[in-house]
């Protein structure tokens, strides 16, 4: 089993920033991936970012790349996600996932684990 817990969501402006975390507990020794997803009403869950857990290497939706960056503190246990020059259509619930063997998928079922999700607002 692993836990996953949110953080950082909040209401900001266009143009502006936010930092989510996700803390992870449990048997995060056995996790492959870490994952950010994002869900607006009324449409599916997609894609934001993931990474690997062990090397780092990250992987980024088009509508995010260059504007957001995901971290891990391996140590810590806790991912990140950076997102700058935030606009209105990143308005959504965000999820952390963790998915704990193969390789890279953008597919929210190929996830086994997620956290509650916390909101980001952008107004204009």
């Known amino acids: 089993q692993v836990q996953l817990v949110e953080s950082g969501g909040g209401l900001v402006q266009t143009g502006g920033s936010l930092r989510l975390s996700c803390a992870a507990s449990?048997?995060?020794?056995?996790?492959?991936?870490m994952g950010w997803f994002r869900q607006a009403p009324g449409k599916e869950r997609e894609f934001v970012a993931a990474?690997?857990?062990?090397?780092?290497?990250?992987y980024y939706a088009d509508s995010v790349k260059g504007r957001f960056t995901i971290t891990r503190d391996y140590a810590k246990n806790t991912m990140y996600l950076q997102m700058n020059s935030l606009k209105p259509e990143d308005t959504a619930g965000y999820y952390c996932?963790?998915?704990?063997?193969?390789?890279?998928?953008?597919?929210?079922?190929?996830?086994?684990?997620w956290g509650q999700g916390t909101q980001v607002t952008v107004s204009s």
């Open positions: 990474i690997t857990w062990s090397t780092g290497s990250t």
């Open positions: 996932a963790a998915r704990l063997s193969g390789g890279f998928v953008y597919l929210a079922s190929e996830y086994d684990y």
């Open positions: 449990g048997r995060t020794f056995s996790t492959a991936f």
